[in-house]
């Protein structure tokens, strides 16, 4: 037993995770509904702590990636991003659009004479890019506005970065990164 515990932990994350779907898909198989009831304070468990560590892993990482290059070399980095960021949304839209075309959701549904439905306000662009930046940095954590923490992030990096070439506070700021 403990030489298949040590081959597991020696082996690639994603062999011990395809393994741990698989036990996880056979127990749920054969314990049915009461091992799920039981298990699941365990599923929330691990849910909280992803959602815990996704706020420092985000602002961390890109803090300490930006400080890992020029500041040109973080522009090109960045116009990189966002060309794949604008190819894969377009991608996407394409697929989403052509999967409700061909499979037509919600054809033959009908609504009582009661029911009601409000559709949202579009927010204009520079709405959506004023939302960026967020009002209140600890704000932005708390609520885990991605893209407010990724701004912050990228702000206090590239800030770190220029403090971190000064000859008069360089010191402080490398024992900071």
């Known amino acids: 037993m403990a030489a298949l515990l040590k081959g597991y932990m020696r082996s690639s994350l994603i062999l011990r995770v395809t393994i741990a779907l698989l036990l996880g898909v056979v127990v749920g ?25 996704i706020v420092p892993i985000v ?39 052509s999967v409700a075309s061909l499979l037509n959701p919600g054809s033959g549904m009908t609504l009582d004479d ?5 559709v949202p306000e579009n927010p204009g662009l520079v709405d959506v890019l004023l939302n960026i930046v967020p009002n209140n940095i600890v704000g932005a954590l708390a609520d885990q506005n991605l893209l407010g923490i990724i701004f912050t992030a990228l702000v ?15 010191k402080s700021a490398e024992r900071l990164y």
Not at 59 to 85: C, D, E, I
Not at 114 to 118: I, K, L, R, V
Request: hydrophobic share 50%; proline share 1%; no cysteine.
């Open 156 to 170: 206090f990096g590239v800030a770190l970065m220029k403090v971190r070439q000064s000859e008069t506070h360089g």
């Open 59 to 97: 602002l961390f990482t890109l803090m300490v990636g930006v400080n890992q290059s020029t500041v040109g070399g973080v522009g090109r980095v960045g116009q990189k991003v966002l060309l794949y960021y604008l190819a894969s949304s377009a991608f996407a839209i394409v697929v989403g659009l």
């Open 114 to 118: 009661s029911a009601s439905f409000s």
């Open 29 to 53: 198989l054969l314990g049915g509904e009461s091992v799920a009831t039981w298990l699941g304070p365990v599923g929330d468990l691990l849910l909280r702590l992803l959602t815990f560590l």
